[in-house]
């Protein structure tokens, strides 16, 4: 075949980075997930504000931007935030500048947020956001992982588990759903949801047997897959 410049095809052209929103009740495991999956990956992920108070040994600038209620306000007021939320009496916000940088420069973007920002996201970002919830095992493993991280007051830890049995009823909403049972087994999910989005950009003859294999294991992780009695029984067991 001969080749021009002028009829390169589109995805031979500079890649738009992915957008990855991970969501889940609080405790699920998702920042262990997100550490194991994104080491030594060239990924941008998306550092929060927050007006909560940071816990020992947590960093200014890399677990989030710690700042006051009226400097949060502010850069609502500014439409700083690609989406924001309460979460138990907080404020929790992504700022949209780099992550509109990084999705430019063909850098795959990772978002770690709970449900009602990862609801704007769709709202705003429509069929680029790929949306994965991280479901626990059972209600029971959600308030074990809680108490064992020992990082809230045993009313805070009820407010936070109240919170995920509406969280976990919306998990329809995203089009993945991975459970963090076997951490191992996770992460392997979330690779495979991340090759698979990946090998959508390009023509299905261009795939390698790894692209082929990611998407068949990413269809089984589609939210379609579950019903609402499966739900129903995590928030009940
Ligand atoms: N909407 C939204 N949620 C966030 C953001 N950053 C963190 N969160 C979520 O807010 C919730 C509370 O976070 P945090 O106080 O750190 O508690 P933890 O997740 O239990 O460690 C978690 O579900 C986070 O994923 C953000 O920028 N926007
Ligand atoms: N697959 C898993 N099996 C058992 N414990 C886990 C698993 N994933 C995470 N944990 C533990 O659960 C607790 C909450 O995890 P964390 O990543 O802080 O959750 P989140 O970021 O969703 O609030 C931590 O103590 C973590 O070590």
């Given at each position: 075949?001969?080749?021009?410049?002028?009829?390169?095809?589109?995805?031979?052209?500079?890649r738009?980075?992915?957008?990855?929103?991970?969501?889940g009740?609080?405790?699920?495991?998702?920042?262990?997930?997100?550490?194991?999956?994104?080491?030594?990956?060239?990924?941008?992920?998306?550092?929060?504000?927050?007006?909560?108070?940071?816990?020992?040994?947590?960093?200014?600038?890399?677990?989030?931007?710690f700042?006051?209620?009226?400097?949060?306000?502010?850069?609502?007021?500014?439409?700083?935030?690609?989406?924001?939320?309460?979460?138990?009496?907080?404020?929790?916000?992504?700022?949209?500048?780099?992550?509109?940088?990084?999705?430019s420069?063909?850098?795959?973007?990772?978002?770690?947020?709970?449900?009602?920002?990862?609801?704007?996201?769709?709202?705003?970002?429509?069929?680029?956001?790929?949306?994965?919830?991280?479901?626990?095992?059972?209600?029971?493993?959600?308030?074990?992982?809680?108490?064992?991280?020992?990082?809230?007051?045993?009313?805070r830890?009820?407010?936070?588990?109240?919170?995920?049995?509406?969280?976990?009823?919306?998990?329809?909403?995203?089009?993945?759903?991975?459970?963090?049972?076997?951490?191992?087994?996770?992460?392997?999910g979330?690779?495979?949801?991340?090759?698979?989005?990946?090998?959508?950009?390009?023509?299905?003859?261009?795939?390698?047997?790894?692209?082929?294999?990611?998407?068949?294991?990413?269809d089984?992780?589609?939210?379609?897959?579950?019903?609402?009695?499966?739900?129903?029984?995590?928030?009940?067991?």
């Open positions: 075949m001969t080749s021009h410049p002028s009829a390169i095809p589109l995805h031979h052209a500079a738009r980075g992915l957008l990855i929103v991970m969501t009740a609080s405790g699920v495991g998702k920042g262990t997930l997100r550490e194991q999956w994104l080491t030594g990956q060239d990924v941008f992920y998306s550092t929060s504000w927050t007006t909560r108070e940071a816990r020992p040994g947590e960093r200014d600038g890399v677990d989030y931007v700042v006051t209620p009226a400097a949060f306000e502010a850069k609502v007021m500014a439409d700083g935030f690609l989406e924001h939320a309460s979460f138990v009496g907080n404020s929790y916000g992504t700022p949209i500048e780099p992550i509109e940088a990084a999705l420069r063909g850098q795959d973007v990772v978002l770690e947020i709970e449900v009602e920002g990862a609801m704007q996201v769709k709202a705003r970002m429509g069929d680029e956001a790929i949306l994965v919830f991280i479901m626990p095992p059972s209600l029971t493993e959600l308030r074990r992982r809680l108490e064992g991280r020992a990082t809230e007051t045993p009313e830890i009820e407010k936070r588990l109240a919170r995920a049995r509406e969280e976990i009823r919306e998990a329809h909403e995203f089009r993945f759903v991975v459970v963090n049972d076997d951490l191992d087994r996770a992460v392997e979330l690779r495979a949801i991340q090759t698979a989005e990946r090998a959508r950009q390009i023509p299905e003859n261009e795939w390698t047997p790894e692209d082929r294999a990611a998407r068949l294991r990413a089984t992780l589609r939210s379609y897959a579950l019903s609402d009695a499966d739900l129903q029984r995590v928030v009940e067991s």
